[in-house]
């Protein structure tokens, strides 16, 4: 019986369904006990319409290559990305994505490190698989958040940018003059006129120079944008262009070049040294940080910032509001003068 009284008055509910948990209960009247048994009925029962949605037991490389398809084909760098996220899955051990956690990827963080990988690469990886996740569940295509939401990156010793003297600029187009590659240093001369990316530069068309002014269209953020050059290379660059047609793909003639011309850079560091070396010069002579940012097309001022410090005004201030500001400290008049300050300040302010 679901329902009885019991000699001391209260009722005692007993509900089994045919599936189910059991579920008993006792309280003081009969109402409350019907009331109870309604309610636990009507939790048993189900729609015939009713169909669970399964669980999303996709793996990890599934999941990268589904945020490629919907999202990842339509960036610059998606396929590269997706490569690198699919190489990290497949360390990870493919797993079922919504089973992934934060330890097991600071597990393989750490075998990276140890390994010789750098942190901002490995930053990088865990930033675009952070972006996997919260772009599909964004588009709806997975019903759980992020399971590395918490997990922060690395924190490393922020290297400094290295830049080309100008006697490095010399002995790196003296060796760009004796590469059989008529494009590359012209080029080269492009990147170090006007900041672009060495992808940029090799892919300028020749309709986009004209007026002194190049027009770069396949950029990493997809800005075009516009950037003046002097009368000389826009020559150069149209006689190129009309004898020899577009630039031909030369990277690794500029690395040749590199190479032979002496010149030592820090790992990892190659075309985008001469990007490094427009920036810095154009801080260094005079020129603002706003419209550098427009010149080199970046999203963001923060990454400008990075070549402020090569400003002949930057935090001058630390100069003229020292402490030390004004004194020879190596005089015996200011030994004397701070041994007058501080038994002065001792005495209190009254005295002369």
């Not at 690198?84 to 330890?103: C, H, N, Q």
């Not at 031909?248 to 040294?273: D, E, N, W, Y």
């Given at each position: 019986?679901?329902?009885?009284?019991?000699?001391?008055?209260?009722?005692?509910?007993?509900?089994?369904?045919?599936?189910?948990?059991?579920?008993?209960?006792?309280?003081?009247?009969?109402?409350?006990?019907?009331?109870?048994?309604?309610?636990?009925?009507?939790?048993?029962?189900?729609?015939?319409?009713?169909?669970?949605?399964?669980?999303?037991?996709?793996?990890?490389?599934?999941?990268?290559?589904?945020?490629?398809?919907?999202?990842?084909?339509?960036?610059?760098?998606?396929?590269?990305?997706?490569?690198?996220?699919?190489?990290?899955?497949?360390?990870?051990?493919?797993?079922?994505?919504?089973?992934?956690?934060?330890?097991?990827?600071?597990?393989?963080?750490?075998?990276?490190?140890?390994?010789?990988?750098?942190?901002?690469?490995?930053?990088?990886?865990?930033?675009?698989?952070?972006?996997?996740?919260?772009?599909?569940?964004?588009?709806?295509?997975?019903?759980?958040?992020?399971?590395?939401?918490?997990?922060?990156?690395?924190?490393?010793?922020?290297?400094?940018?290295?830049?080309?003297?100008?006697?490095h600029i010399k002995q790196l187009l003296d060796a760009l003059d004796g590469s059989r590659s008529r494009s590359v240093r012209l080029v080269a001369e492009l990147c170090l006129a006007t900041g672009a990316r060495?992808?940029?530069?090799?892919?300028?068309?020749?309709?986009?120079?004209?007026?002194?002014?190049?027009?770069?269209?396949?950029?990493?953020?997809?800005?075009?944008?516009?950037?003046?050059?002097?009368?000389?290379?826009?020559?150069?660059?149209?006689?190129?262009?009309?004898?020899?047609?577009?630039?031909?793909?030369?990277?690794?003639?500029?690395?040749?070049?590199?190479?032979?011309?002496?010149?030592?850079?820090?790992?990892?560091?190659?075309?985008?040294?001469?990007?490094?070396?427009?920036?810095?010069?154009?801080?260094?002579?005079?020129?603002?940080?706003?419209?550098?940012?427009?010149?080199?097309?970046?999203?963001?001022?923060?990454?400008?910032?990075?070549?402020?410090?090569?400003?002949?005004?930057?935090?001058?201030?630390?100069?003229?509001?020292?402490?030390?500001?004004?004194?020879?400290?190596?005089?015996?008049?200011?030994?004397?003068?701070?041994?007058?300050?501080?038994?002065?300040?001792?005495?209190?302010?009254?005295?002369?």
């Open positions: 019986m679901a329902i009885e009284q019991l000699p001391d008055g209260r009722w005692k509910v007993d509900v089994e369904p045919v599936k189910g948990k059991r579920f008993r209960k006792i309280v003081k009247t009969k109402a409350e006990a019907l009331r109870f048994e309604a309610m636990r009925r009507a939790e048993c029962i189900q729609p015939a319409s009713w169909n669970p949605k399964p669980k999303d037991n996709r793996r990890l490389s599934e999941v990268i290559q589904r945020w490629y398809d919907l999202h990842g084909h339509a960036i610059t760098s998606g396929q590269r990305r997706t490569n690198a996220l699919k190489l990290m899955a497949k360390r990870l051990g493919d797993p079922v994505a919504r089973k992934l956690t934060g330890s097991a990827v600071v597990d393989l963080r750490r075998r990276e490190l140890e390994s010789g990988a750098k942190p901002k690469s490995i930053n990088n990886r865990l930033s675009y698989l952070k972006t996997v996740f919260n772009e599909l569940y964004r588009l709806g295509d997975i019903d759980y958040s992020s399971p590395l939401a918490r997990l922060k990156p690395l924190k490393f010793q922020e290297s400094q940018l290295t830049y080309l003297t100008v006697n060495w992808s940029e530069a090799e892919g300028l068309r020749p309709e986009l120079v004209r007026n002194d002014t190049v027009t770069f269209v396949n950029t990493k953020s997809k800005r075009v944008r516009t950037v003046p050059i002097s009368s000389d290379l826009a020559k150069r660059l149209t006689e190129h262009f009309a004898i020899h047609g577009r630039f031909t793909s030369c990277m690794r003639a500029f690395r040749v070049a590199l190479k032979a011309s002496g010149i030592k850079l820090p790992r990892g560091q190659a075309s985008h040294v001469l990007r490094h070396t427009f920036a810095s010069h154009f801080i260094m002579n005079g020129g603002g940080i706003l419209a550098l940012k427009e010149i080199l097309g970046h999203s963001s001022l923060a990454m400008t910032m990075r070549y402020a410090h090569l400003s002949p005004s930057h935090l001058r201030e630390a100069v003229r509001f020292n402490p030390l500001d004004g004194f020879d400290t190596s005089s015996t008049q200011c030994k004397k003068t701070r041994k007058k300050t501080l038994k002065n300040q001792s005495l209190g302010d009254d005295s002369p």
